[in-house]
């Protein structure tokens, strides 16, 4: 059974920072991965989707990364702002797929 | 082009009751998922619909059901509600490339 793990589960830093934020998952037979952020109370937002044949995906001040083989894929945000707070949630979809595995997810507050 | 919608956004329900959600999907879209978000058990797959049939379920009792009509907007009904299915309920529609795009979500309190 597929697991995603986050770490961290929060993280505060100052505005103009730049951050990584981690995946992990079980089983690296993945279709695709892809990272979202969700407002309080809101739903989520799809940020970037990397397929299993890439190894990263930009958008704007974000890039992901993907390395199937051992697991792993990471968010880097550059020069943070508050705007970008939220929580950021990592999913992969994998073969026989019970749709999206989600991790819990990294709380991220941004300071001013 | 717009999001996905879902209706209603707040529902109150007493145990006992049932329930049915409404989710439209991306106009082409023809892939809905429905997801149930915990603060304890975070996100979790409920199903799948692609051209009006499940493609997957996951790990919910019998009392949690879908469907998906002609026009690729979806259902999902939870019968004789529990305290424990209080949850922000969340539809999600795939398009071609694999990505999902999520709804705002239906809020289900259940007292």
């Known amino acids: 059974k597929q697991e995603v793990t986050q770490i961290p589960a929060a993280l505060s830093v100052p505005e103009g920072e730049n951050l990584v934020l981690n995946c992990s998952f079980t089983d690296s037979a993945i279709y695709n991965l892809q990272w979202f952020r969700q407002d309080p109370g809101k739903g989520l937002t799809s940020l970037l989707l990397i397929q299993s044949s890439q190894r990263e995906q930009t958008s704007g001040r974000l890039n992901a990364s993907l390395d199937k083989s051992s697991g792993r894929s990471t968010l880097y945000i550059a020069a943070s702002q508050p705007g970008d707070s939220a929580t950021y949630l990592c999913?992969?979809?994998?073969?026989?797929?019970?749709?999206?595995?989600f991790g819990k997810g990294t709380h991220l507050i941004i300071q001013p | 082009k717009a999001g996905v919608t879902q209706t209603p956004r707040y529902l109150i329900k007493t145990r006992g009751q049932q329930v049915t959600l409404s989710c439209s999907p991306i106009?082409?879209?023809?892939?809905v998922s429905w997801y149930q978000q915990t603060p304890g058990q975070g996100l979790q797959f409920l199903f799948e619909?692609?051209?009006?049939?499940?493609?997957n379920k996951g790990n919910f009792p019998g009392r949690f059901s879908g469907r998906q009509f002609s026009n690729s907007r979806s259902e999902m009904n939870v019968s004789t509600l529990e305290l424990g299915d209080s949850a922000l309920y969340l539809c999600?529609?795939?398009?071609?490339?694999?990505?999902?795009?999520f709804g705002p979500g239906t809020r289900l309190t259940v007292t």
């Open positions: 106009s082409g879209h023809r892939s």
């Open positions: 999913a992969v979809r994998g073969p026989g797929a019970d749709g999206l595995t």
């Open positions: 999600a529609s795939g398009d071609p490339g694999g990505e999902q795009y």
């Open positions: 619909y692609f051209s009006e049939t499940q493609r």
